[in-house]
Nanobody, 117 residues
Framework: QVQLVESGGGLVQAGGSLRLSCASSANIFSFSTMGWYRQAPGKQRELVATATNGGSTHYADSVKGRFTISRDYTKNTVYLQMNSLKPDDTAVYYC???????????WGQGTQVTVSS
């Protein structure tokens, strides 16, 4: 069973930065896509950013230019560097991966990010 473990969340002031990490128990080369999603209170879970094995990345319009996703194959970890944080970025952030063999989806337990104004 694949496990994804997020870390790096916390409380930060608006304009600050955080880096989220998602460590995988499996070799991340086995995932066609890895990504970050977030869910704010009372809202649906939404895509933040994804990165494919081929190096393609995709970002939600709301985070373009501020967030950067990256995959470290040597550490089986995906990161989300978040800069210029805004109070609207407050949410629980979830790591997601999709197997390139079975298309099965995996989720982490989530990490809380709170941005104060």
């Amino acid at each position: 069973q694949v496990q994804l473990v997020e870390s790096g969340g916390g409380l930060v002031q608006a304009g600050g930065s955080l880096r989220l990490s998602c460590a995988s128990s499996a070799n991340i080369f086995s995932f066609s896509t890895m990504g970050w999603y977030r869910q704010a209170p009372g809202k649906q879970r939404e895509l933040v950013a994804t990165a494919t094995n081929g190096g393609s990345t995709h970002y939600a319009d709301s985070v373009k230019g501020r967030f950067t996703i990256s995959r470290d194959y040597t550490k089986n970890t995906v990161y989300l560097q978040m800069n210029s944080l805004k109070p609207d970025d407050t949410a629980v952030y979830y790591c997601n991966s999709e197997s390139r063999f079975s298309q099965q989806q995996y989720w982490g337990q989530g990490t809380q990010v709170t941005v104060s104004s």
